[in-house]
């Protein structure tokens, strides 16, 4: 019973900063690749960042230099840290995570439930 719960989402101003969060849950044997994605209305659904266990990171171009992602394997969370956010920004993010849950051992993508960033003066 794998869940992903994103957390950290809301209304911020341009130039501001958000720190997202998404943990999971549930009878989890180990979890590999993670990422961040995002979706504005009337556009595709975008990886913007994603992690490996050993905590690799890679990101879209145009939020390399302002958005960090993170780990921590012990609490199986990750983070994304958003700086200097823009209108641009304005989406619902989701978490996406590779699981191998004890129910199955085979491997298994898990979306969260998304959680609406807001960039707005």
């Known amino acids: 019973q794998v869940q992903l719960v994103e957390s950290g989402g809301g209304l911020v101003q341009p130039g501001g900063s958000l720190r997202l969060s998404c943990a999971a849950s549930?009878?989890?044997?180990?979890?590999?690749?993670m990422g961040w994605y995002r979706q504005a209305p009337g556009k595709q659904r975008e990886l913007i960042a994603a992690?490996?266990?050993?905590?690799?990171?890679s990101y879209l171009g145009s939020v390399k230099d302002r958005f960090t992602i993170s780990r921590d394997n012990a609490k199986n969370t990750i983070y994304l840290q958003m700086n200097n956010l823009t209108p641009e920004d304005t989406a619902v993010y989701y978490c996406?995570?590779?699981?191998?849950?004890?129910?199955?051992?085979?491997?298994?993508?898990?979306w969260g439930q998304g959680t609406q960033v807001t960039v707005s003066s």
């Open positions: 549930g009878s989890i044997f180990s979890i590999n690749d």
């Open positions: 992690i490996t266990r050993g905590s690799r990171a």
């Open positions: 996406n995570a590779m699981v191998v849950p004890f129910s199955t051992f085979v491997p298994y993508t898990y």
